[in-house]
């Protein structure tokens, strides 16, 4: 069974900068992709960033330049530094995995920023 706890939302101004956290417990396997997606109130949830085991990672075009996504295998955490806020990305962050499909999420955690 694995689970995913997310943590380091929260209220922020526009131009600060976030860190979310998400530690995983699993199979070596069931974590292979970790990411993080969001939803914001209204709208379908979306794509943020993805990265393999092996580093691979994609970013959604909205957060290119700004988010940066990375993992430490070791610990079976996964990190999310969020800088240059924008009002648009408010939303609730969930963080995903799974062996190839995102399978496995997390609670969520809020991230608002203010103008």
């Known amino acids: 069974q694995v689970q995913l706890v997310e943590s380091g939302g929260g209220l922020v101004q526009a131009g600060g900068s976030l860190r979310l956290s998400c530690v995983a417990s699993?199979?070596?396997?069931?974590?292979?992709?970790m990411g993080w997606y969001r939803q914001a109130p209204g709208k379908q949830r979306e794509l943020v960033a993805t990265?393999?085991?092996?580093?691979?990672?994609n970013y959604a075009d909205s957060v290119k330049d700004r988010f940066t996504i990375s993992r430490d295998n070791a610990k079976n955490t996964v990190y999310l530094q969020m800088d240059s806020l924008k009002p648009e990305d408010t939303a609730v962050y969930y963080c995903?995995?799974?062996?190839?499909?995102?399978?496995?999420w997390g609670q969520g955690t809020q991230v608002t920023v203010s103008s």
């Open positions: 990265i393999t085991r092996g580093g691979r990672i």
């Open positions: 995903a995995a799974g062996p190839l499909g995102f399978v496995y």
């Open positions: 699993g199979s070596r396997s069931s974590l292979n992709r």
